[in-house]
């Protein structure tokens, strides 16, 4: 007999595999879910690995207060839809202090509402393992990252001292206060993500599709103005677009690309002839070199 | 910045997609490492594969252009190792430290490389890519020739499995693309890998910078005929067919979400299974039959290696995590005693007698290693004497653990034959296993089962069994207090036993001498001796130094819950240097004595002893009542909660 599977069986078998280990080792998991596509493909997976049951963990969405409006009602939807627990952390001391992407730069921006913000709920309620939707072919110290990726009680992660990772055999022993981020499509590359999204049908937000928005041109990025936090500039216009995204962040830190990508298929096809990576629509990965990285150790995901 | 405005008006149509999605999904997916000495251009080697096969996005150019300027070695030209090199750390320092993983396809085939490290000190980095890869290809820089690392890395790949080797003569450029240099190496490289049991070695003369023989074939080495890289990787077939071996489901998770369903999720090791089949227990013997095969899109018909689904038995049989469902036909071994090629990742050597946790897939349990029979040399694979095995060494063992485990021998099944240690108290990932046989003497020798049991004996002396185990420095007072001790429960008609220290290295440890790992056997035989006393129903009182945390675990872990008393006895280190009752603190000061704990050796003190003993300005009588009252406290409650809770 021969059963060869298909390279997205191949890759869709590691990920399930990788969530029941963690089910089975950890006492308190929680995955992370940032409404992108990858988001979207973790929920996916995450409800065949455990089927007929329900994921046992809840899911927990850092709002930055700056994420698209379109992702807070499609996030609505899908825990819903789904049933799942949907737990959402807001650093209420960066909106006290009014922390913002226009005032205060996209770093510390991020740093407060996003990598501080993820610290806090998973102090908050004691998570011992987190699942991420990062893979390895996005940035050069992602691609340095373990499956299953040692933080201290800091959340601090140490590139240069990673726990050997050999075969499926991963090591789950932590002691109390540290825990583990865990990567099941750490294998998986931006073209598989489409594919695997076409292939299963599943729902994404509708700003992953062209259509005409209106975006003001701003540092050399396109940026969708979702609502009037965001104050014109001297000189600037919004004007009507055809725009799609390519991965989705908070909206003033996200660039749109020109495009009339409208379906599925259209957009793989785009990406096929892409010239530039994903996170080239990302501010926050341009501030300075080797700023994931530095971000990553901070307890970025 | 110029912003690049992709349109898609320019696409081939939705068709065109679908019809090249579905060739995609056809392709074969191939896992290979780079690996071999520092400096011999893996990374860039890497660089230029994904350069070649247009997997670098112009951003991702325009940054490397940026960083090569900044931190490059190649002058002018682009650095391509900066491709990978993706740590902060890496890139200042122009070096590899942790493997990389890049995805890169071409026509014919996908690709997951991972670029490993070259200095021997991230060894287990470079056991990390190879453990999931099927190819490694050894690259050799052709002016340095065979190298220690690229012998170290060979080894390892091949204990891991790896079966196919592409020797990569690499820099071929500088010593002016000659042929007798190339053959030379080559002619070094199969002599020296002959036994490692490699099914294809292809030699290929490259120049990873200036991309001779990677996917272009060169024009400077006229006299090479053999393929490309490229070429070779996407043609060599390096099946294993896992899918003709026997059934293996390593039980990952069991799913149970009401009382109808109880289905065995998992990932097939081996083979293949469809419902009908029947399947044994590994560890039970018990048999059963698959009633569904449980998948999110509806039952399966079957499933074979590699998937991940979830079993239901037509049987209500005990399985649980760990455990293994197998054909009835070909079954694995279950043993706690298994020979097994060991490779150390960790700077603390691996002692024997220390015990570790054993990870399998899904199974954990205690480890350790009763008999290193030797280390293996990489240079020459001589099989040399070892006491212990220090980071980035490779040795056999002997394994011995606490509760039987189901396996293959490594050479029969990859997923089922590998292991992982860890360190009890840091956590960390230690070393990597590969089982090489059972050991006889397991399969022979079953536990008898006795019907005079423990509880039966110290019933008799009307008695808990209990160890008490003093640790301390030496003269901090342990056998003064444990003599007093012994006497006070002999007078209320308590039967007990001391093991002292000095008195056993005297007879059963007279062997051992005070380095590290004979510490470790020294207080791991005194366990076995205490555990034994405790189950003939005894009040053990174990005097021992006793300096190291991790074996004070695993005596602990050897006694039933509750009847392992450790017992600090805490005298400051000045204080037993002053009473130096044996004289021997004036003699370690003096650098007469060697290993001397306090002095040259570590002690680890207990964090959470369950009696903590401050001896200074106290008299031996208090702290005996101290553990007396102990004692008879732990007495009552146990008697009270035997009886229900005394309610």
Redesign the interface.
Known sequence: ??????????L???S??IF??V??AFAKPVMLYSVGKDSSVLMHLA????????PPFPFLHVDTTWKFREMIAFRDQMAQKLGFDLLVHVNEDGVRDNINPFDHGSNTHTHVMKTVALRQALDKYGFDAAFGGAR??E??????E?IFSFRNAQHVWD??N????????F?T???SGESIRVFPL??W?E?DIW?YI?QESIPIVPLYF?KERLVVERD???ILRDDERMKLRPGEVAENRLVRFRTLGCYPLT?A?????D?L??I???M??????E??GRLIDRDE??SM??KKREGYF | MTMRHIMAKSLAPTDGVRDYLAAQEKKSLLRFLTCGSVDDGKSTLIGRLLSDTKQIFEDQLAALERDSRKHGTTGEDIDFALLVDGLEAEREQGITIDVAYRFFATPKRKFIVADTPGHEQYTRNMATGASTADLAIVLIDARQGVLRQTRRHSIIASLLGIRHIVLAVNKIDLVGFDQAVFDRIVEDYRQFSRDLGFQTIVPIPMSARYGDNVTGRSGNTEWYSGPTLIEHLETVSVDQAVVELPFRFPVQYVNRPNLDFRGFAGTIASGSVAPGDEVVVAKSGKSSRVKRIVSYGGDLAQAAAGQAVTLVLDDEIEISRGNMLVSPAARPQVADQFAANIVWFDEHALLPGRSYILRTETDQTSATVTDLKYRINVNDFAHEAAKSLEMNEVGICNISTRTPTAFDPFAENRTTGAFILIDRISNATVGAGMILHTLRRAENIHWQSLDVVKRVRADMKNQRPAVFWFTGLSGSGKSTIANLFEKKLFATGRHTYILDGDNVRHGLNRDLGFTDADRVENIRRVAEVARLMGDAGLIVIVSFISPFSAERRMARELMADGEFIEVFVDTPFEECARRDPKGLYARALNGEIKNFTGVDSPYEAPENPEIHLKTLGKSAEEMVDTLEHWLNERDIAEDQYDSGGGI
């Open positions: 007999m021969t059963i060869a599977l298909t390279h997205l069986q191949r869709e078998a590691e399930i595999h029941r280990e089910a089975a409800m065949k690995a455990f089927y007929p049951a329900k390895r072919d940035e050069k110290s992602r691609a340095k373990r590139p240069k990673q726990r050997p990772e050999m075969w499926k055999i090591n022993r932590i002691a750490s294998n590359t073209l594919q076409l062209a050399g990025m396109l660039g690309i020109e495009s009339e990508a379906t298929e259209a793989v096809g785009e096929l002839t892409a010239r530039t990576s996170r080239q070199a080797g990285e530095k």
